[in-house]
């Protein structure tokens, strides 16, 4: 199932995708004493911040995302995964999925709105229509930011979505061809099923909309990982089983990445 429902916030203005920071966080973070300020370790691990920069960094990104997000502690999954020295290719979506699942807004654009534009034949994206869908999406929780807000998130979000290679393009945007590469599906598809020990049916999970891909493609893939021994997958007619080979995160990494 999709992550719960979380409160929409504005905080991803602050940040967007941070890939190459989260990246350099991940590989270096630990569980800290109490006596230790976060903020001052992100600095000596980003020493170009300031130290406001590295609170801002911490509070508003690292921790929602890979400490309390769900998974829970997605950090130390990135890491086993950073461990394998992967190509960013096969990184980049692993952490959109990780950051997408903690921000709502981001979740609900990249599954709803930009997925059916997606599955429509457009493919040009724009600020000012992103500000209004925040706006109406915002009034329906209950909450109302002002426009200069709503504008600052719009860009924001695209600009985390072109990093994430969902969009492309610096100042005109537009939605890339969906390509998910089958290592990223596979470790994906484990921390559904084994991690977070979500029972939905995985061919139909939302989550895989934000890589803009139909339940169709999701089940050309599961049958491409069965061919690799990635997983075993079987299906009649609504019916699937999907299991495997492998119970950890740690020995699926491995498996899925070794050279």
């Known amino acids: 199932m999709p992550p719960s429902p979380l409160e929409l916030t504005s905080r991803i203005q602050k940040g967007g995708a941070l890939l190459g920071d989260m990246r350099q966080l991940v590989c270096h ?91 429509a034949g457009a493919r040009n994206v724009s600020s000012p229509e992103l500000a209004v869908w925040i706006k109406k999406t915002c009034a329906a929780d209950g909450k109302a930011w002002s426009d200069v807000v709503n504008i600052k998130v719009a860009r924001a979000m695209l600009a985390a979505l072109r990093d994430f290679g969902v969009l492309t393009g610096s100042s005109n945007k537009t939605i890339a061809v969906a390509n998910l590469p089958l290592e990223s599906f596979c470790l994906i598809a484990f921390c559904l099923r084994v991690v977070l020990s979500d029972s939905q049916n995985l061919t139909e999970h939302p989550d895989w909309r934000l890589f803009l891909l139909s339940p169709q493609i999701v089940e050309r893939l599961l049958l491409e990982a069965h061919q690799h021994g990635w997983l075993h997958y079987q299906a009649a007619g609504a019916v699937s089983r999907i299991e495997f080979p492998d119970t950890t995160f740690d020995d699926y990494v491995r498996r899925v990445l070794s050279r």
């Open 29 to 119: 973070w630990e569980e800290l004493p109490p006596e230790v300020s976060p903020g001052r370790f992100v600095k000596n691990v980003l020493p170009k911040a300031t130290q406001a920069r590295a609170n801002d960094t911490y509070i508003r990104a690292f921790m929602p995302r890979f400490i309390n997000g769900s998974p829970a502690e997605a950090w130390k999954l990135c890491a086993r995964l950073e461990a394998t020295l992967p190509p960013v290719e096969i990184v980049r979506p692993f952490y959109y999925w990780v950051t997408a699942r903690a921000e709502p807004l981001l979740y609900r654009y990249a599954t709803g709105e930009l997925y059916q534009q997606a599955r």
